[in-house]
């Protein structure tokens, strides 16, 4: 199957600093990349979709100033958790769809990235 | 509003049975129903998709069922493995919409 990475896998910071976790399709290209939120024995909870060269559509509740995402680039998008505050620690996983075939129905997953801000 | 339900949230069954888990969904018409795979800490793991039209589907001891009847899909684990415990994560998606999770079953199988 394709293979998505995330970076960092975790992730500790201080109370009001920025953390950048980049996610990149490594053997397929991404037109289409997701970002999702999973909080202990929860659910994934979609938080964005971004089209690549476009700005990415946000749902309802989460705010784009505080989580801005880049998708730059077909194979990479940047989540960037601004100003992070101990209710953003979470596990933070993101899917690529590419434009057709597998890639297309099948939506690949990175391994996550665990954020803790203290 | 739309809900997909998992109906266990833990199943615990033994090595060599076979598990069977429950999604079940309203106000909602997928087009795509899939299956994920999650280990702790990890990223879903995508184990198959079903479409709409299609009844059933198999992989190696896999097997899905999906009734857009019921509103129901149904997976199966054939003679499971310790190695097979897990959360099993249950998804829907109508045509170019992003995949919409269930909260999982966490499935144990005891050797």
């Known amino acids: 199957g394709a293979v998505v990475s995330q970076h960092p896998s975790r992730v500790i910071c201080k109370s009001g600093t920025s953390v950048k976790i980049e996610c990149r399709s490594l053997d397929f290209q991404a037109t289409t990349m997701f970002w999702y939120r999973q909080f202990p024995k929860q659910s994934l909870m979609l938080m964005a979709t971004s089209n690549e060269g476009s700005k990415a559509t946000y749902e309802q509740g989460v705010e784009k100033d505080k989580f801005l995402i880049n998708h730059a680039s077909l194979t990479l998008s940047t989540l960037t958790v601004t100003s992070a505050h101990p209710e953003d620690s979470s596990f933070y996983i993101c899917?690529?769809?590419?434009?057709?075939?597998?890639?297309?129905?099948?939506?690949?997953f990175g391994p996550g990235t665990r954020l803790t801000v203290l | 509003s739309q809900k997909i339900e998992q109906n266990s949230e833990a199943l615990n069954i033994q090595e060599g049975k076979t598990a069977t888990l429950t999604c079940n969904y309203t106000?909602?018409?997928?087009?795509?129903l899939q299956w994920y795979r999650q280990d702790p800490g990890r990223g879903p793991v995508f184990l198959l998709l079903?479409?709409?039209?299609?009844k059933e589907k198999r992989k190696e001891r896999l097997k899905v069922t999906f009734d857009t009847t019921l509103k129901q899909s149904l997976f199966h684990i054939t003679a499971s493995q310790p190695a097979d415990s897990a959360t099993y994560l249950c998804?829907?998606?109508?045509?170019?919409?992003?995949?919409?999770f269930g909260k999982g079953t966490r499935l144990s199988v005891i050797a």
């Open positions: 998804a829907l998606r109508s045509g170019n919409t992003p995949l919409v």
């Open positions: 079903i479409r709409e039209n299609e």
């Open positions: 899917s690529a769809r590419g434009l057709a075939g597998v890639t297309y129905n099948e939506q690949f």
């Open positions: 106000n909602y018409s997928p087009a795509y």
